[in-house]
């Protein structure tokens, strides 16, 4: 008798998404020797992008937000393979990774999103973004570089320009780098750095929305709006970012800003490998999928987290690019592609809105946890729960929990560390 050809589950991406499918397919299909699971992914790590901005920030060690993918697998059943996703054919089920190709009887796509450059209004040797450890390394070294080349300078135009701090993009990852970057500033390199007083020290958050924290609740914003005044954040809404140089910006045709510093934090769009399928996208390049989260033009493929464009019936509403839907959406496409191996009925993804936690620095947060608003240290407090009980691995909530006490008593670190930009 000839023993049943091997299915392959091929999964593309190890961030949430990804990670999520493969420990809940592996859950339930360990004792199935007919199928193989393969993880793809171009690090050998999984990034917990909620805590990326303290990175750049000083407050969280570097590898302290990265779990290693082999200790993630552990004794489960599943392969690992490193590499880059280049191309994808969906007639043939043939994926082509930077270390060989895979065939494939279902695919997950989950390999995220990057950072909008499109609206970029000219091109700049000093503009950073924040998307992946990379990112947060070299701006946290960018911004003590400044701070030392700032403490030496004795042309106050030119002191000024260093230390003028500019993040495009008023959203989640915006807000949350400006609170935390003016708490490095103040409660570690100041007292670094004896010659910089402190009133030139400027941080700027700009967007072109009449308000921060699109897309969340308007009371959260007004809330979230009024602390980053408090802490010295100067906001500057309705405004639009139409030149951009090596030294600096100009807004609205007009406002001209001085500075080493521009970070782009405005918005993202899909992976170029999953934006350039030949399915149905929307118009930041998420393929659409229906409500088992597959593309509806090949029912063996599933699309997931930033990756996928998913419309709740009822509502309306399209899903955000938030790790909370990326960790709840595997559960769904798991048991679908489990439910089509087994000659089952497959189950509809129903979606239900997550809480709205956005932090405000280490001492800070708003909240609108289903209608209750909060503000202030039990925010941050409840925060700080609900981002770590998603963290991977009892390993790294320990060594960031640590972090954040060594910093309480010895503020941050800032070694300057001898790596290149590039
Ligand atoms: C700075 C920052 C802060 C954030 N803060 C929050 C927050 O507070 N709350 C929240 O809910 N969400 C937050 N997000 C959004 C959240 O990170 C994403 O929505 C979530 O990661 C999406 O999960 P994903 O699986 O789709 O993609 P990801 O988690 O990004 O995973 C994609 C994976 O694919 C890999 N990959 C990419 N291209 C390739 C390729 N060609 N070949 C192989 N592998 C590839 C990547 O390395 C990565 O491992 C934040 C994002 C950032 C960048």
Redesign the pocket.
């Known amino acids: 008798m000839n023993a049943r050809p091997k299915r392959n589950i091929v999964v593309?991406?190890?961030?949430?998404?990804?990670?999520f499918s493969v420990i809940r397919l592996e859950q339930e299909l360990r004792h199935d020797p007919s199928v193989n699971i393969t993880l793809?992914?171009?690090?050998n790590f999984?990034?917990y992008?909620?805590?990326?901005?303290e990175v750049a920030t000083g407050g969280i060690e570097t590898r302290h937000i990265a779990y290693p993918l082999r200790r993630l697998r552990g004794k489960r059943h599943f392969n690992i393979q490193l590499?880059?996703?280049?191309d994808i054919d969906l007639k043939a089920r043939r994926v082509t990774?930077?270390t060989g190709t895979l065939d494939y009887d279902y695919l997950v796509l989950?390999?995220?999103?990057t950072t909008n450059m499109a609206e970029l209004p000219g091109a700049s040797s000093n503009i950073f973004t924040?998307?992946?450890l990379h990112d947060?390394i070299v701006l946290r070294n960018h911004v003590i570089r400044m701070f030392e080349l700032a403490d030496a300078e004795t042309d106050t135009k030119i002191k000024k320009q260093l230390l003028t701090f500019v993040v495009v993009g008023a959203g989640?990852?915006g807000v949350?780098?400006v609170t935390e970057l003016c708490s490095f500033v103040d409660h570690s390199l100041l007292k670094g750095y004896r010659r910089i007083d402190p009133a030139m020290v400027r941080v700027l958050l700009v967007d072109e929305a009449s308000h921060v924290l699109s897309g969340e609740d308007m009371k959260l914003a007004a809330v979230a709006l009024k602390h980053l005044h408090l802490q010295r954040v100067e906001t500057r809404l309705n405004s639009r970012v139409t030149r951009i140089w090596d030294h600096g910006l100009e807004l609205n045709h007009q406002e001209m800003e001085t500075t080493e510093t521009v970070v782009w934090?405005a918005g993202?769009v899909a992976?170029?490998?999953v934006a350039t399928l030949p399915v149905a996208k929307d118009e930041k390049g998420r393929v659409i999928v229906d409500q088992y989260l597959r593309l509806p033009e090949y029912h063996c493929v599933y699309a997931?987290?930033?990756?996928?464009h998913f419309s709740d019936r009822k509502t309306g509403l399209v899903l955000?690019?938030?790790?909370?839907?990326?960790v709840r959406q595997p559960k769904t496409v798991a048991t679908n592609i489990i439910g089509d191996l087994r000659g089952k009925p497959l189950r509809k993804y129903h979606f239900r809105k997550?809480a709205e936690?956005?932090?405000l620095g280490p001492r800070n947060a708003v909240l609108n946890l289903y209608g209750l608003h909060m503000s202030g240290l039990p925010a941050r407090f409840i925060w700080l729960v609900g981002?770590l009980s998603i963290m991977m691995g009892l390993y790294n909530r320990t060594r960031v929990l640590t972090d954040w006490m060594l910093n309480l008593i010895f503020g941050r670190d800032n070694t300057l560390l001898p790596i290149d930009r590039r």
């Open positions: 593309l991406g190890g961030g949430f998404g990804g990670v793809v992914s171009d690090q999984f990034l992008t909620p805590f990326l901005h590499g880059q996703v280049l990774v930077s989950a390999l995220g999103s924040l998307k992946n947060g989640h990852t949350q780098l934090a993202v992976n170029s490998v997931l987290g930033d990756n996928a955000p690019p938030r790790a909370h839907y990326a997550a936690l956005v932090s981002y």
